[in-house]
């Protein structure tokens, strides 16, 4: 793989804007395959397919995406299904796959972690092993080219039978240590009994894959505590909704359970009224890692650096209260040791470059002090 060039440090002047902040090295853990589509590839593909596209998927601003109404997922679905439907080949795949490696690579990101459901693939792409096995090899050629790790999470859908999620999590454990990861579960949050899917995580968790599932954004503590405690969630996909119970926070922490929080997403879907509700400094003051993640950019037209910028902005974050939610990305990630220990020292050098000399403390997210030389390796 392709080692990507060191950030520059960031210039004081510069962190107000994307720029600055984009120089600070970081991990995304939450991004799915069709929402990390651009836009204008959206609009080439319908247009070279000869399909329309609706409305919503033009100018999401206009679209009601609130997910918390009557029908309200139904909507939403619809939306990422047509959008999904666009990826009708493996050339396609290839493509947005490079695309997303690059966005990455210009957004910080020195690794990427894809969630993906082969069932919704599989029949334009040769069946279940050999979407797998596709996109492995299309995140394989990205990295090379790009110098952004990349590495994939197979999910299942908790809007389906269980025996489902079992024979997708054999399907990961065949290619666990080659390029997979983890094991997650999406898909409407207020369907399906979590406990069901017991049994598919088991057998993930026992090929040493990561258990990942989404719970605690459309339902509240008991869906995170059932994630935890009947899945072993080693990382939660949302998990904001673990704040309204402090014993499930203290939970969260003992366990070194990370949460991946995705601030543009929980708004447009309803689920907070704004970015100032998200509640990032209270599940950092709990000890709680956070992971911001962008979800779906394509539907939120909101990538990665506009999450960090988004919180910065809602709750006056310091610099070193930005680098510790970048440290906080990388290490609750799945790369390997030496790509951590590279990207944590860009955090570092980032934080250094933003405050002069690095000796100078800046109010972190839970208030203590915190220096370039407090982010761990």
Partial sequence: MQEPADPEPADPADLPELTGLARLPKAHLHLHLTGGMRPATLLELAAEQGRSLPRGLLDPAAA??????????????????????????????RRVVAEIAE???????????????????APRLGGLQATVELLLDAMAGAARDTGVGMALVVAANRTRHPAEAE????????????????????NDETRGDTAAFA???????????LAVPHAGELRGPRSVR???????????GH????????????LLAERGVALEVCPTANVALGVLPDVSRVPVPAL???GVDVALGADDPLLFRSGLVEQYAAVRAAHELSPAALADLAACSVRASCAPEEVKARLLAGVRRWLAGVRPGGGATAAGVDGAGVTAA???D
């Fill in 64 to 93: 009601d995406l609130d997910v918390t109404v009557l029908r309200g997922w139904w909507k939403f679905q619809r939306l990422y299904d047509a959008a999904r439907a666009l990826l009708a080949g493996p050339a396609q795949v």
């Fill in 199 to 209: 049994k598919a995580f088991r057998l993930a968790r026992d090929a040493g894959l």
């Fill in 103 to 121: 966005d990455e690579r210009a957004a910080g990101s020195g690794w990427v972690e894809l969630q993906v459901d082969p069932t919704t693939y």
């Fill in 374 to 376: 407090d982010v761990p």
């Fill in 284 to 286: 950092r003051a709990a």
């Fill in 167 to 186: 024979t997708l999590s054999r399907l990961a454990r065949r290619f666990a240590g080659r390029g997979v990861v983890g094991f997650g579960l999406s």
């Fill in 239 to 250: 998990g904001i909704r673990a704040v309204e119970d402090p014993a499930l926070l203290a």
């Fill in 226 to 236: 059932a994630a935890v405690e009947r899945l072993g969630a080693g990382r939660l």
